[in-house]
């Protein structure tokens, strides 16, 4: 019988009397017996760090052997490898290396597998192999063996305890556990109970990076959808796809894989406004006094309001190719809002210079799923988002998810047309006479690249 889903409050109180019990166990494996084959289960739980379900079903037990056993006999070669670590959904992936080409890659992924299951093998199957990164996605089959979601979480928790431990600087991408279904002894409620768990485990840590997969394929009951979860648990050649590209602008910022340079060439009449290299005319610029009122109203009405730094004195990082909390940065020819390790924080990097004339603003930009971000027209802002999951323009047909799309503005007059891959926008949108160009960030990670101007004649 399946645990009830427990609050979040309760859930992080428990946590923290259940990982004072168990970290001393997270960084190493169990001692073995002499002569013990490493790669067998062990016949119980007793001694074993976490808590919760290990599966030892035979089937189980066979795959664990077996794949676990094949890796260890390449550990040489897969060492210093992106390592995708997880259940069935990992394993399926068979066509990993294809997805991203440029990038050295490792799947270690066991069918059936859990948030203790892959605690009691990190050391062996992915610590060994000193990863460039890890793509972590796991905890849907804590949920089909009873386990409540506080126990993944606290899992979960030892598991990042145990790669810190080995190397504070491993990058880990952290992915939503997928939807999908109560069928499947995996309701929405308890997806969405662990993913939160997990979400909070993580806020403030800036070595872990949370994307929001559960959105990204959730439909509108919170389950997984049939055209991309054929039996409603693994992704079929399109879910792949989409999980692929959800993760490439991540890993791109993390300097794992597009590493070429932007070779664009603006249009004759364009100037560009961002270099590529560094944040040469750009800048912070004071927080206006409507923000902060702003910032304070929310975040004394709301818990989960955005964090929002004040800036008090104008700052231009020219020169540099990162702001100096790292929020935005020039990485081959992308000026980066990368995700904030709060969940949520409210910034905005300016252009140094003001913008009185009419002109023609292109730019191209790629948003993580349901990240939130924005363009600022001499003020105003233009929203620019995951348009598909965040808004406010759901309708567009031609916007590319987790691609590149281009957003023209036309500025005449003090109004400003907006398209995006040549669909409108907004047709009417009133600006002051002057002012700076501004990029926003808040959720997610979005970048911009080819940002240009032309300016017209009034």
């Known amino acids: ?7 979040t409050r309760r859930a992080l109180a428990f946590l923290t009397i259940f990982l004072a019990a168990s970290i001393l166990f997270a960084a190493a494996p169990p001692a073995r017996q002499s002569g013990a084959d490493p790669f067998t289960l062990p016949a119980s739980d007793d001694g074993l760090p976490g808590a919760g379900p290990i599966r030892r079903y035979d089937w189980f037990q066979q795959v664990w052997r077996e794949r676990r056993s094949a890796w260890a006999a ?24 294809a997805a991203f080409p440029d990038m050295k890659v490792a799947n270690r992924g066991i069918n059936g597998d859990t948030t203790r299951g892959v605690l009691l093998r990190l050391q062996d199957d992915v610590l060994t192999l000193d990863p460039a990164a890890i793509v972590l996605l796991i905890g849907t089959n804590d949920l089909e063996e009873g386990a409540t979601p506080a126990i993944a979480s606290g899992n979960l928790q030892l598991i990042l305890a145990a790669i810190k431990q080995h190397d504070a600087h491993t990058p880990v991408v952290l992915c939503q556990v997928f939807p999908s279904s109560a069928s499947k002894s995996r309701p929405a409620e308890q997806i969405k109970a662990m993913n939160a768990l997990y979400l909070a485990a993580v806020k403030n840590d800036p070595q872990i990076t949370a994307i929001d ?17 054929p039996d409603l648990l693994h992704p079929n050649q399109a879910g792949y796809q989409k999980w692929a590209a959800a993760l490439r602008p991540v890993l791109a910022t993390l300097r794992l894989t597009e590493m070429s340079p932007d070779s664009f060439t603006p249009e004759e009449g364009f100037e560009s406004l961002f270099n590529g290299r560094d944040l040469t005319g750009w800048g912070y610029r004071p927080t206006t006094d409507a923000d902060k009122e702003n910032a ?8 989960n309001a955005a964090a929002w730094p004040f800036v008090l004195e104008a700052v231009a990082f020219d020169g540099k190719t990162s702001s100096p909390d790292g929020r935005f940065c020039a990485i081959n020819g992308r000026l980066v809002v990368t995700t904030p390790p709060e969940g949520r924080k409210i910034q905005q990097i300016w252009t140094t210079r003001e913008f009185p004339e ?3 603003l292109k730019l191209e930009f790629r948003a993580t799923p349901n990240a939130d971000s924005g363009v600022y027209l001499r003020g105003p802002q233009l929203q620019c988002r995951d348009y598909g999951l965040a808004g406010p323009y759901t309708t567009l047909t031609h916007y590319k998810p987790q691609d590149w799309n281009e957003l023209v503005v036309t500025v005449t007059n003090g109004v400003a047309r907006a398209t995006c891959n040549g669909e409108l926008l907004e047709a009417d949108f009133k600006l002051p006479e002057t002012g700076p160009i501004g990029l926003e960030g808040d959720r997610g990670q979005m970048e911009y690249r080819r940002i240009r101007i032309k300016r017209l004649p009034k």
């Open 213 to 229: 997969t559960w959105r990204l394929f959730a439909d509108a009951a919170g389950d997984a959808p049939v055209s991309e979860f």
């Open 1 to 7: 019988m399946r645990q009830p889903a427990v609050s």
């Open 358 to 360: 009419n002109f023609i």
């Open 74 to 97: 390449r550990r040489a070669q897969d060492h210093g490898a992106v390592v995708f670590l997880g259940d069935s959904i990992t394993q399926g992936w068979n066509d990993l290396a």
């Open 296 to 303: 304070r109203r929310w975040q004394a009405s709301d818990p």
